[in-house]
């Protein structure tokens, strides 16, 4: 909430609130689970059991109910969870998939390894999500599929993402690894297209102790085919259907989730309140030059990074300032896809994609992890206080999308200093 009429800018100067700060700190949610993770680890040993298995069937079980699907696959990495769900609808060569360029590496690469082609989409500049009105203008004969990915822990525009596709017959495949427990208008990421994925990398809200991953889906026929390919196509043992790949999920990493899973409302609804406690902070150091992040009405956010935009070329400029204070930031990402070098025979220039361009250069995302005390919030935002106070804003060239969209940028503005407010 924004402080009363009047009321001073907090001193940063005179504050106690220089104090290192993390940008994640898994110790912090594993301390206290260590002897059941550990106790879970011992079964597994004692099991023999090391890879699928019971502690997997249960984990798939567990996650299907909690996703509001029918099924749930375990597989052995996000990544190979897309890249399954791919494999499953029969995408290849010849076949056009459109994706965020805004995204892990990942949700792209996956269609490139199959030899199909992946058609970059612009973004929404106030959630960073996929551009339904990109979708629409980049529908194409040869599309067959679309990747919107729930980036940073918001779910997508997906009703007119999902009517786009009923309209054409496009397959809808949910990157979720960033998102699990998001919801769109009460209903749960993974559960909205024809296969949603996940991820349980260890900074994921819901981490593994490696990399694990898991596909939802309501179709019966398409998780069989799942089940089949993540071994290899083979069913029964030695005899192959398809070519699969080797995708299974190790017991240990199962055993580990199970545990954990017992925790993720608690450490969602902890995420959220540090997201709420840093737009109250914003508000009351008065920082309108800090982009703030939206959540879009009919939204459950669950926050696995707080990105924040600094714009007019300082963002390097303040993480440098930061790291020197031992305050700990990240970036995601510093490039769109489409202008990674692997991606340059697909002919795209910086600018074709202006709203992704802008984000690249402007995002910083701040710390946010169970655990991370007020203490810790305050010393982050004073430092971006202080460093604003050393440092005005000073429009600079090369800020194209803002400046031929001033309106834009100001709406995005007012939009977060009224959530700080509300919340």
Not at 206 to 211: E, K, R, S, T
Not at 304 to 317: C, E, T
Not at 401 to 415: C, D, I, N, S
Request: charged share 20%; net charge neutral; hydrophobic share 40%.
């Amino acid at each position: 909430m924004q402080p009363e009429q009047g009321a001073a800018t907090p001193s940063f100067e005179s504050e106690s609130h220089r104090i290192p700060v993390p940008f994640l700190d898994l110790a912090r949610s594993h301390r206290p689970l260590r002897d059941q993770i550990v106790e879970a680890l011992a079964r597994v040993c004692d099991s023999g059991a090391f890879v699928l298995g019971p502690e997997v069937e249960h984990l798939e079980r567990i996650l299907a109910q909690y996703c509001h699907c029918e099924h749930a696959i375990a597989c052995a990495s996000g990544s190979d969870a897309l890249l399954l769900a791919l494999m499953a609808l029969g995408i290849g060569p010849g076949d056009e998939v459109i994706v965020p360029s805004f995204t892990f590496f990942a949700t792209a690469s996956a269609v490139t390894r199959l030899g199909a082609k992946p058609v970059f989409a612009d973004i929404d500049p106030a959630t960073y999500n996929i551009s339904p009105r990109e979708v629409a203008r980049l529908i194409h004969k040869n599309t067959k599929a679309i990747i919107p990915v729930h980036l940073f822990g918001q779910a997508a525009e997906m009703e007119p993402i999902l009517r786009l596709a009923q309209q054409h017959h496009i397959f809808v495949i949910e990157d979720a690894a960033q998102s699990i427990g998001a919801e769109y208008h009460q209903r749960r990421v993974g559960s909205l297209g024809q296969i949603g994925c996940f991820s349980f990398y260890p900074t994921k809200n819901l981490g593994a102790m490696g990399d694990a991953g898991m596909i939802t889906t309501h179709d019966a026929e398409l998780a069989e085919k799942l089940r089949v390919l993540r071994v290899h196509g083979m069913k029964p043992r030695y005899y192959h259907h398809w070519i699969g790949i080797n995708s299974r999920m190790d017991a240990f990493h199962a055993a580990t989730l199970l545990v954990k899973f017992n925790c993720l409302e608690t450490w969602i609804a902890e995420r959220q309140q540090i997201a709420d406690r840093y737009y109250q902070l914003f508000a009351e150091y008065k920082l309108a030059q800090v982009i703030l992040p939206q959540v879009l009405p009919g939204r459950r956010h669950v926050w696995n990074q707080f990105v924040i935009r600094i714009p007019h070329g300082q963002r390097d400029s303040l993480r440098t300032y930061l790291q020197e204070r031992r305050i700990g930031t990240e970036i995601y990402y510093p490039l769109g896809l489409h202008e990674q070098a692997c991606f340059q025979d697909l002919g795209y220039a910086p600018s074709d994609l202006p709203a992704t361009f802008a984000a690249s250069r402007e995002v910083l995302a701040l710390p946010i992890f169970p655990g991370l005390t007020s203490d810790e919030q305050r010393a982050v935002v004073a430092a971006i206080a202080e460093f604003f106070k050393n440092h005005p804003p000073r429009i600079q060239v090369g800020q194209s999308y803002f400046l031929k969209h001033p309106a834009t940028l100001r709406g995005m503005r007012q939009a977060s200093v009224s959530k700080g407010e509300a919340d």
